[in-house]
């Protein structure tokens, strides 16, 4: 044979893998069962339930939340407050949405303040808050300059009677902002001043991205009217598409009751999931809220979640709240596929690849576990020794 | 055989396949076709245009944004504004970002200002805004402590005139912050009063981080000098290096104008991509900008966006502010890979695993729709019948 | 045959791979060592490293962090400040989390300041700050409503004096906050006046959900009492499961020094890593903190990270703060796993196919390298011309 003719015959030769059929109907049986196990898997599981014939694009989401509401603590009365004497007039007034929402703004996340402590404080000289390393019996315990980590100011060096209603032990004197705090909720037992925030609304407006296929969407379907995104509030089971919340309506969904969570704040996941078939009309596309409480009630250390922000009003002079209330952080979780070639090429070919296991299984039971074995061996298998001759166990083999 | 030999004999026989070399050129080819299709999707999709070569590296990213500028409103006159009698002088001021932008600082994230509406409060009472639940004709319409969800305070129970120049109705007079905010832009007609801000800058500061090859880059190249940098502007075609932005650029670059997003607010995606190529020379991984308004400029419910905040002077005086503005949102997209021999060997494994669907179709036409394929599955196919005996239709097969 | 009987055998006969068998030990061995090879790579690295056996959760997470601390700076003598006639009484004070924490809360994130320059500003007329474009011999240089883009207020039109110790040139009037801030930190040197902020802790609550296994976890483990928790500072080696970080031993942990970044201020990743195995007891699913400072100190421009933000005492008044200092970004990184029998076989399945390289390989060697090459040829490969003659080189091949 020419080269040319050894070369195209090596390219254009087609060569195919010899088969031994073994007319066992039961080893046809469990290959065929392995193999619609595997084939169901791919099928049912990786093409049809996990959508394998779609490419799926990647995302990117905004969200925005405006809060609106406003609460009134007027009708509090003096036995309603721990310590009627100190500020109650500072909690009995309106609130409205931009004394409780702190920060104004937060990218996916907003914070609703539900209970206050309220101090308000000038750079003066006043005495430590009663704390193990703080209480003193003479100027010579308090040292000038010292500063406690976990106190409110500079010491002066000297020793003075505690603020404190229920304790006569001497505190260091200190240079700072005074008053310092007096830690306690406002009210009596464990209330939050501002329970009524329950009744504000949120409207969650949810932008998402699909770059792929060059789609937005929002969480605020096009076909509903004004009138109705006015005044709706979501209901899971009555308005799942309605993007107005109710506080106290997210809280329960959690589990939890706005009163539990009220008085010592806590931490909310709001998750926004969108999964999308865009093989269907859009319209399908609409997203689904899902709520916990992602903060553990019966926390050891830092239960629930305050911080404490300030109004400054001059240099020397603000006033202190210890803003107690719910931070809710907004997740968006999406998933929009698109009927593409490629992944269903790609995904039927791993499935060929993984049928390879069901001949493994069933080579294992013709060569080692089938009363035949030796027969079947001896068609499937044939030996050749190094120097062409044959051994003995092959002779019977060839016909 | 002894044990020893025949153990090692099945474990070091190599074990291949036989093959049938069928010299018909048809299969050949449709055989070495569907071949080339699937080594091209490997070797030029897979491997080459994904770099299935390279191992990639998750990432850490931090973006810090910098706003400068400053806009005047001085030279506004008394006929520009709605209410020229309002509060004109609070509008008619120098602005700079400490005014402008609302958080100071927000993670990824910045807000600009673009429209304002001012409103001086005290804690006293004044009427309620003009709404559908607040209209009466007599105090008994008005309940003294009810709050309305979307009002500004208490009742007080009374009636009293509506504060808006165009209404005559009675509203019910409330407890709160009065006077409650009269709901317009500060401008005539759709302007946006701080539209100047289109002229600021940003200058942004991406600190990328990719843990797997401890690598850690910025947008902003060694190479490029400090007069250059402090004086750029960012430009897609001569500046595309360039980390400051001019806000009023970005949000023509979203196919948007300024004035049509400043008058209402509006939320703008700032995308970073680093498509990052290790195997090359650092100073080529570099970031790319895209811009992309997220918020729907024809939403039917709260188009825009704006929220309040406050400047508190003491315990009863505020300055609210409803701020219209642009909410930008950073968000970062990477990809780094170098040579790694590990993912090149699985990619080309599970390639040559996807050339066995080119047997599978070949087989079917050679068995199935070939003109010899009876001769062709005499030779691919031997029939072993259980006890030995061949079937019928093999005899002519053996050899 | 039937037809019936047909379809029976198509279905139910199995069909196994005809196998050669060559006893030749050295492509055997040659056969086990690759598929050692990729058997070590898939029980070693897929199965067994990568935790192939198990079912991964996807997972949210929320962090908050509360930071704890007071300063003083009422040590500082006038000497240690640069302008010590300007405002040394403002940086002479006690400062809390409240002054210090700007905003009081973000989402996975937390800045605290370590150096600052205070303002005292009214809305006036003042000469603007000395700058390139801002300078002028006469009236004539300044434009009466000009705006410069880095200014800081509308021109008058007038030539002033520089406010500037050693500038004697003149520049514009403005109007606008006056006076423009002097940018030069208060302490002399590249001090920071707030270095100790070093010895505030901060209290990461981290709280994770893996929503496929319905488990929500935190960093506090149940098992820590009380009264540890309250006490214990992490320590990687002593304490590396307490919540509470000291600032300065976060930032030696990145590798610098408190006061090297503490002046011009920077941005820290602390990044959260939960590498969970729910098939061990849950006590053992704790998370590991890692700390970077991923900001670049030796930037040539923004060098550092500062922002702006003001107290605002009325309409025409305020405090600029320009406050330099260290932005903590919280990230999480998660893997939690628990046993699953899909992807197992999945694996297992992929990692079958992956063996046919073993054979890919030693074919070649057998067919084209091997000394005995042309035997085993024969016996491998069987030849079939179309219309049933068999080629020349075939014939000694078949027995």
Redesign the interface.
Known sequence: MSLSRKV??A???????????????K??????IIQLLILG?ILGFVIIFKRGYQQFS?Y?S?T?A?V?????T??YRDEDFVKSVAYPA?YR??W????L?????????F?VTTNLIIT?QV?ARCPEELMKDSTCESDSDCED?R????????QTGSCVAADHPTAHQGVCE????CPVEYDEGPLKGNQALLS?VQ???V?L?N?I?FPTFRL?L?N?A?S???SY??TCVYNPDTHPHC?KFRLGDIINATGHTFNSIAAKGG?V?I?ITWNCNFDRHIRYCVPRYDF?R???SR????RG?N?????????TQ???FKAYGI?F?V?V?ARGGKLNLLPLA?N???G???L??A??V??FV?LYCHS?RE??KQ??????????RK?R??ISI??
């Open positions: 195209c015959d390219l254009f030769d087609y060569q195919t893998l010899k088969i031994v059929n073994i007319g066992d109907k080893i046809g049986l469990l290959h065929r898997y990647t990117n905004v925005t405006k609106k509401g406003v609460v009134s007027l009708d500072a007034r309106i409205d949405v931009s004394d929402v702190v920060p104004p703004s937060e990218p996916d996340a914070f308000e750079t300059g500063t406690l980590l976990l106190g409110h100011g500079s200190i240079r700072g902002w009524g009744n504000f609304t409207l407006k932008y991205e937005k929002r605020i096009d509903q009217n004004r995104l006015q993007p931490v996941h998750v916990s992602i903060d553990d926390a050891q250390l830092g979640w911080f404490r922000h300030s109004h400054y009003h001059n240099a603000r006033t202190l931070t952080r997740a979780s790609i039927i070919g791993s060929l690849g993984l390879a296991v001949k493994v069933c080579d013709v035949n027969l079947y068609h499937k298998v044939r030996f050749v020794e190094k120097g062409g051994r166990a092959t060839t016909v």
